[in-house]
């Protein structure tokens, strides 16, 4: 079974505008962490925010949050008032601890391109 | 603020020559990984070390090999290359200690093989 899954590998959303990029996650562990990475074309990976799972509130960084439903096992990635700059590759990764020796898994990525 | 360094940033080379690529991380970080990475794919590990004289195959079988002599510096060499090799490298570092820390990335090899 995946790990990470994201199901949108492209998505388009026009300039200021909100857009959400979907992540679920696959652990029986309970302790684990959940990060996304911003990939431009240029290559490469840019740490955007992160997610405990014993954290009580979703994470904010700026223009980003993180809507984290555990029960569901989501992590999805909002990114507010959509700029051109933000038009690149998106990762959602799951890091184990306890089970895996401290592995990281990713998702097969979600292409944002932001229309002017 | 990560400090991981990739060299060379962009290689094209023949086929059958050896190719080393660096990475070398400082900040002391114990574990590093190698991605390989197609144009807007995901990325495939294919090596990972624990610390130093510690080297680990990842998911996705590769040629290439690695070593780990010494805990800032964890080079991938490809033997005899080919243009199947032709891809992205990603070198990253993390720290085992701390779950809440990130991966940390070099800037990528982009790798064509003639």
């Known amino acids: 079974a995946q790990k990470i899954t994201q199901t949108q590998p492209g998505m388009f959303v026009q300039e200021k505008e909100a857009v959400t990029l979907d992540c679920t996650y696959d652990t029986s562990d309970p302790s684990y962490g959940l990060f996304w990475y911003k990939q431009p074309s240029s290559g490469e990976m840019i740490f955007l925010i992160y997610?405990?799972?014993?954290?009580?509130q979703n994470a904010t960084e700026g223009r980003y949050s993180l809507n984290f439903q555990k029960a569901r096992k989501s992590a999805n990635l909002v990114i507010s008032a959509s700029q051109l700059g933000d038009s690149a590759m998106y990762f959602c990764a799951m890091r184990e601890v306890p089970k895996t020796g401290n592995q990281f898994y990713f998702g097969t990525g979600t292409s944002l391109t932001v229309i002017p | 603020e990560a400090d991981i360094y990739q060299t060379p940033r962009y290689l094209v080379i023949g086929t059958g020559k050896k190719i080393t690529l660096e990475c070398s991380q400082t900040m002391g970080h114990d574990k590093m990984y190698w991605y390989q990475q197609d144009p807007g794919m995901e990325l495939h590990l294919i090596h990972y070390?624990?610390?130093?004289?510690?080297?680990e195959k990842g998911d996705l079988s590769s040629e290439s090999t690695v070593s780990r002599i010494r805990t800032e510096h964890f080079p991938l060499t490809l033997e005899s290359a080919r243009p199947s090799h032709t891809s992205q490298y990603l070198c990253?570092?993390?720290?085992?200690?701390?779950?809440?820390?990130?991966?940390?990335f070099g800037d990528g090899t982009r790798l064509s093989i003639l």
């Open positions: 070390s624990y610390g130093v004289n510690s080297t």
């Open positions: 997610q405990g799972s014993y954290d009580q």
């Open positions: 990253a570092s993390s720290d085992p200690t701390d779950s809440n820390q990130p991966q940390h």
